[in-house]
């Protein structure tokens, strides 16, 4: 029997705002690099969002999960809207498909791209990846509100640490550790939170001290903050909670030049089900509808599903394509240039031209079995693209441990 082209179906949800225009430019990259590598992606779009919500009172169909259930992969663009209140956006799309597919972990890697500039005066070195926890903590709809419209009104919102959730967003830090810098830096507050960060700190260490030569620091998350303006290449891997995962990932993708750049991969490590893929920013309604949104974080969250998918050497020169077009000045507003949207994807196009790649040399495995790079297990330390899209750490020397003044170490304190 002959074999058979590769071939990933993709579900794609644009959403909302600008997410209407970084996923268009982002598919047409990822068309391209795919004719270049020689496979193929089957995209079932899906017009679910805000304007939907309106038509219909609801973000998504009734069997929206189960239309996402059998794809190889999830591509997402942004939701929120202007009117639409953001708890309806987000727990109507976005973290029913996060918790329904065990997307557990939040991957963010955020490092400067060539000939972006950071707004600090010393980024030295800024080449993090957070992992965020991505199906319980903070985000929680375990609570209430009692005694609506009158003065006692009250609101309840409790947050869910659960070991398992905590042992494994904490394995899946220590492995990616493993093979970077060798530093975990786990952002707490057990000052503050009496229970659940006690606990979220002793789990990650019991994980931690699990794998010789990982070592791990507990920073309280206001100290994190200050540490990543001011000492941004002394952090690494950096493993929070779902609300500080956002919060930081958003800080440091500034820091790094613009929200605008950053990609995530909310990723089931198990690969039982789909994981999903998306920019960090949101809709950004101040903008959208003007062509001149920074399509990077959407390309490179492609690049990240490619390379999950296991079509590594297509995620890498897809990198490539859109490091090299900001190295040569192209740039979107957000990084103080002029480009729009579709002219940076264009200028991407023109660095994937089609190369002769045989669309039937490789025998398609079902994705479920398909062994991409597996985010779960250490990978070799130049493994194929996994340097490239979480950043170069494989090729730099380990970053020593560093501990800002007034920084404690939970793990040591005494009060
Ligand atoms: N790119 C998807 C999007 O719109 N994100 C905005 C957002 O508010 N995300 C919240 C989250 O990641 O938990």
């Keep these: 029997m002959p074999d058979q082209p590769r071939r990933h179906v993709i579900d794609v949800i644009a959403g909302d705002g600008i997410g209407q225009e970084v996923v268009p430019a982002a598919i047409r990259c990822l068309d391209a690099v795919s004719a270049r590598h020689g496979?193929?992606?089957?995209?079932?779009?899906?017009?679910?969002?805000?304007?939907?919500?309106?038509?219909?009172?609801?973000?998504?169909?009734?069997?929206?999960?189960?239309?996402?259930?059998?794809?190889?992969a999830i591509f997402l663009g942004a939701v929120g809207a202007p009117g639409v209140p953001d708890h309806v956006t987000l727990w109507g799309l976005l973290i029913p498909i996060r918790r329904a597919f065990l997307q557990y972990v939040n991957l963010r890697p955020v490092r400067i791209l060539p000939g972006v500039r950071s707004p600090?005066?010393?980024?030295?070195?800024?080449?993090?990846?957070?992992?965020?926890?991505?199906?319980?903590?903070?985000?929680?709809e375990a609570g209430g509100?009692?005694?609506?419209?009158?003065?006692?009104?009250?609101?309840?919102?409790?947050?869910?640490?659960?070991?398992?959730?905590?042992?494994?967003?904490a394995r899946f830090a220590a492995e990616l550790a493993a093979d970077r810098a060798g530093l975990v830096v786990s952002a707490t507050k057990s000052n503050g939170m009496i229970?659940?960060?006690?606990?979220?700190?002793?789990?990650?260490?019991?994980?931690?001290?699990?794998?010789?030569?990982?070592?791990?620091?507990?920073?309280?998350?206001?100290?994190?903050?200050?540490?990543?303006?001011?000492?941004?290449?002394?952090?690494?891997?950096?493993?929070?909670?779902?609300?500080?995962?956002?919060?930081?990932s958003d800080l440091?993708?500034?820091?790094?030049?613009?929200?605008?750049?950053?990609?995530?991969?909310?990723?089931?490590?198990?690969?039982?089900?789909?994981?999903?893929?998306?920019?960090?920013?949101g809709s950004a309604p101040d903008i959208a509808g003007q062509g001149i949104a920074n399509p990077v974080g959407q390309i490179w969250a492609g690049a990240?599903?490619?390379?999950?998918?296991?079509?590594?050497?297509?995620?890498?020169?897809?990198?490539?394509?859109?490091?090299?077009?900001?190295?040569?000045?192209?740039?979107?507003?957000?990084?103080?240039?002029?480009?729009?949207?579709?002219?940076?994807?264009?200028?991407?196009?023109?660095?994937?031209?089609?190369?002769?790649?045989?669309?039937?040399?490789?025998?398609?495995?079902?994705?479920?079995?398909?062994?991409?790079?597996?985010?779960?297990r250490p990978q070799p330390p130049n493994h194929g693209t996994t340097g490239s899209l979480l950043g170069s750490s494989a090729e730099q020397p380990p970053k020593a441990p560093h501990r800002m003044q007034g920084e404690r170490n939970v793990e040591n304190l005494t009060e």
Excluded at 155 to 161: N, P, S, T
Excluded at 208 to 214: F, P, R
Excluded at 257 to 275: F, V, W
Aim: aromatic fraction near 6%.
């Design 252 to 281: 440091i993708a500034a820091l790094a030049g613009s929200i605008g750049l950053a990609p995530s991969a909310n990723l089931n490590p198990d690969r039982d089900h789909p994981s999903m893929f998306e920019p960090v920013h």
């Design 195 to 248: 229970h659940s960060m006690p606990f979220w700190d002793e789990v990650v260490s019991e994980v931690i001290a699990g794998y010789g030569g990982v070592h791990i620091e507990h920073v309280l998350i206001d100290a994190l903050a200050a540490r990543a303006v001011l000492k941004p290449g002394s952090l690494d891997v950096i493993v929070a909670s779902n609300l500080f995962g956002d919060i930081l």
């Design 145 to 169: 509100r009692i005694y609506a419209g009158r003065p006692e009104e009250c609101a309840i919102q409790e947050a869910v640490f659960t070991r398992t959730g905590i042992e494994r967003v």
């Design 120 to 140: 600090l005066a010393d980024p030295g070195g800024l080449d993090v990846v957070i992992v965020r926890e991505n199906v319980e903590g903070e985000y929680c």
């Design 304 to 376: 990240m599903m490619l390379d999950h998918l296991g079509e590594t050497a297509a995620a890498a020169d897809l990198v490539a394509a859109f490091e090299s077009v900001l190295a040569e000045g192209t740039r979107t507003p957000d990084l103080g240039g002029s480009a729009g949207t579709a002219e940076f994807a264009d200028a991407v196009l023109g660095r994937l031209a089609p190369t002769p790649v045989s669309a039937y040399t490789v025998p398609t495995p079902a994705h479920r079995d398909q062994k991409g790079p597996d985010w779960t």
């Design 39 to 72: 496979f193929g992606i089957v995209w079932r779009d899906h017009d679910w969002g805000s304007d939907r919500y309106r038509s219909d009172g609801r973000m998504m169909p009734a069997d929206g999960l189960d239309q996402l259930a059998d794809g190889d």
